[in-house]
């Protein structure tokens, strides 16, 4: 095993892998910027070194000065964590290079998962079913009718280096199809320097399921149960549980059996995660592998009991996997909640800043990976995640009431979060009832705004009622959109910033002293 490991992140993924190693016996190096001096992670590593100005690009994105640090430190391998240089296929090349052994997958398995006609090209040749559309990128528009016309409207034209939503147009018509394609290109390029499109068949009212894997170099490949991910904003995760509510032990076995086809294909080494978008008609269709440990991997590990970090590094020296396929129990379920600093009020604007208290919850099935403390200023510098709360349940129904009773405990002061955001979720219908499809975060805020919730200090007391009316309501409305098929002829207002402010609350039943003085 190695004796020391260099972490090239930050925050709670840079503190949950510190962890992994103190209870391995492995020695931890942090690298921080100027932003993060005093950063949780630095505090808690064995050894921690400046490695440059506060931009990502001037520090945590520098390859020669993280290659440099493990080097001087004396470190033999280095976890990458989730972002910043994680899926980058020159660092894991620079690694090799300068002997240092990546935390992750080869260079070459990551370039493959990095191009979305090259990983489609994969899938089809492996047996793995796909989003419906073409494999290769697309050369002029004609070409780009000619395809759209034989896989029918409407169909995404999608960056193929892109990935996570970007550089992605939706495009009902062939009278849409020259400008979708004209700026989807562009986009393309000027976001990931490849003007490389291909077009997919539009799959409507999507779920958003992940299969995690584990494969280790001698190519053992078994896969750990799905992860739900449908409660999105603007293409960033919000909550994720674990189990699905839509999928059932056969869907897990035939998802899994793909997954890990998927992987082998790609003679993928590490923990990995492929996307599946998933109809209404619960096919599932592969979208992309994520070649990194995901931020919502800690449901999975709630749920199956397996250290996926701790599993991570015994890969990557070379160790044989245990576990086998049969080894995999699924247990209960857990749910994920990402705790962020930003304004629930303005259209969820990144809030950093001091944190001026904070009490975290804890008790029976809670787990709060945090990067943060009291005293400690978020920088603006980079993503303002506070902590991921997770919390274990013995059914899907427990993991709600511990949810709402820990996000209850949750208390942040001197800056603005999306607790209350959180209380909204495990109150809502459809959320209660398993229908999960990526617009819910969409109808939740319009029915919000629809009802003109007042802004404001609000006890407890005063929600509920509105609570209720938000219920029925939102009862209403799906019956209403299910018969309307669709949203998009809706008669709800445009989403709009939301106006709860469950926060409120606190300041009824706490001491003048524990408000918030921002
Ligand atoms: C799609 C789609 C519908 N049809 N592709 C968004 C994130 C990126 N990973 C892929 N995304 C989508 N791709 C086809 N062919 C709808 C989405 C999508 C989505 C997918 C998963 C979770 C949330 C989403 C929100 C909006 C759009």
Known sequence: ?????????????AVRVIRACREMGIRTVAVYSEADRAALHVLKADEAYP????????????????????????????HPGYGFLSENPSFAAACEDAGITLIGPSAASMEL????????????????????????????????????????YPVMVKAAAGGGGKGMRMVASAGEMSSAFRDAKSEALNAFGNAEVYIEKYIEHP?????QVLGDTQGNTIYLGERECSIQRRHQKVMEECPSPIVDEEMRRQMGEAAVKAARAANYHNAGTIEFL???????????????????????????GIDLVKQQIRIAAGERLTLQQEDIVMR????????????PGNNFFPCPGLIRRLEVPSGPGVRDDSGVYEGWTVPVDYDPLISKLAVWGANREEAIHRMKRAIGEYYVGGIKTNLSLFQTILRFPDFLEGRLDTGLIDRLLALEDALKIPSGETGVEAL??????????????HEASQQSNGRKNSSLPAPAPSAWKLD???SLARPASFRDKS
């Open 332 to 343: 209960g379920a857990a749910l994920e909640c990402r705790i962020y600093a930003e304004d």
């Open 278 to 304: 998933v109809d209404r008609n619960r096919n599932f269709y592969f979208l992309e592998m994520n070649t990194r440990l995901q931020v919502e991997h800690p449901i999975t590990e709630l749920v199956t």
């Open 464 to 477: 509920d009622p509105y609570l209720w009316s938000a219920a029925a309501m939102a009862a209403v409305l």
């Open 1 to 13: 095993m190695f004796p020391k490991l260099l972490i090239a992140n930050r925050g709670e993924i």
């Open 113 to 152: 998962m990095g191009s979305k006609t090259r990983s489609r090209q994969t899938m089809q040749s492996a047996g793995v079913p796909f989003v419906p559309g073409a494999t290769q990128g697309i050369g002029s528009l004609e070409e780009a009718m000619k395809i759209a016309d034989s896989f029918g």
């Open 504 to 506: 409120g609350r606190r």
């Open 51 to 78: 490695i440059g100005p506060s931009p990502a690009r001037d520090s945590y994105l520098r390859i020669d000065k993280i290659i440099d640090t493990a080097r001087k430190s004396g470190a033999q391998a280095i």
């Open 207 to 211: 779920r958003h399921v992940e299969i």
